[in-house]
């Protein structure tokens, strides 16, 4: 089943209800178009660099991400006292696991009542829906999301350009 990408008013109500933690997440996934895998995995060591690059789980590509100054900071007064991840898990020696942040944003989107399918990669979804609206064309933001197959990047646009 395909993610949808959600009104900005129910994005509003779903992102207030979040997890502080898990609101970071959503924030970084929507800054950046990374994948939840990517996001969970970031060491603290990344926000000391202002675009820094990433090797991502699932391609294997290399990405260079920025991720705004705001976020940066409140991402390095979030994580001052976790050892290596900025998602570090309270219960495992490691990073949050993507099942983790699935079911809470389920949990969140049913809580909120919200219809649509939200998911982790929902973020992806808005972070192009965002550039398109911002007027990049459709080859950039395949670039940026990493994709393959231009056929790929328009799934995650159909709800941006009927809109």
Known sequence: MRVSKISKAKEDIFRKRLAYQYRLIYDIGCATGLRVTDIISLKKDVLSIKEPTITEQKTGKSKR????KKLREELIEFSKD??????Q??????????QAV???FKRIAEIVGTHENIGTHTMRKNYACKL????????????????ERLSDTLLYLIDGISE
């Open 89 to 98: 898990s309270k219960s495992r020696l490691g990073h949050l696991t993507r």
């Open 82 to 87: 976790n050892r290596v991840y900025i998602f």
């Open 102 to 104: 699935f079911k809470h």
């Open 65 to 68: 991400i920025y991720i705004p």
């Open 132 to 147: 398109l609206a911002k007027g990049k064309n459709f080859k950039y933001i395949k670039t940026k999301l990493n994709h």
